[in-house]
């Protein structure tokens, strides 16, 4: 495994530090219970909706699994966030999350050929107006406003994720302070085709 090497360096948090001097031989068994839906080289399976992981910042995956196991995100209506609550269950620790994401952020990135269309201009200038600034102008993310990367990510996965912003599905919890304001960001597009089109944009950018 190479070294964990995707932490910024405006994030020295508590959690930040302990992902980084996590085990990641630890982690990679850990990783055996996600492989079943995740891929073993965390590729994702779209037959059971899940996205490809690899190479997620650490950071931001450990706080989906808390989120998950907190009750904070896996409402009902987004039945693949609910499967994801019994799943985060099995890892017991904050070490075991720390050691299992900074594995999934040493993987080499998977790029998911996207099966969404749209137009491509349309996507890419609402995208540059509004997303941009916290996702950056090719999808990397940035961290340090805790915002991930979205480049080369399942495209049906991220459609899903806008959807259930949308409905409150995801992001409504008190506790979930980044969610919300996604949930304020998206009301700027303005209907189902512009929202498709900037998905599908981004889900085809190189991670």
Request: with cysteine.
């Amino acid at each position: 495994m190479r070294p964990f090497r995707r932490l910024s360096l405006l994030l020295v948090s508590p959690l930040a530090l302990a992902v980084a001097a996590a085990d990641g031989q630890s982690g990679q068994a850990l990783y055996g219970t996600c492989a079943a839906c995740h891929g073993s080289k965390g590729e994702g399976n779209a037959a059971l909706q899940a996205p490809n992981i690899a190479g997620l910042d650490a950071v931001y995956v450990a706080r989906q699994l808390n989120h998950f196991r907190r009750g904070v995100r896996g409402s009902a209506g987004d039945t693949a966030a609910t499967a994801m609550v019994g799943a985060a269950a099995v890892l017991k620790s904050d070490n075991e999350i720390n050691a299992v994401v900074a594995y999934i952020a040493g993987l080499s990135k998977v790029k998911v050929p996207s099966k969404l269309s749209g137009d491509a201009g349309n996507g890419r200038n609402y995208y540059n107006g509004i997303c941009s600034a916290c996702h950056g102008s090719n999808g990397a993310g940035n961290m340090s406003l805790q915002a991930p990367r979205l480049a080369g990510v399942d495209g049906d996965y991220l459609l899903r994720q806008y959807r259930a912003f949308k409905t409150g599905a995801r992001g409504a919890h008190a506790d979930d302070k980044f969610g919300k304001q996604m949930r304020a960001i998206i009301k700027a597009l303005p209907n189902e085709k512009t929202e498709n089109d900037v998905i599908a944009y981004v889900a085809a950018l190189n991670p």
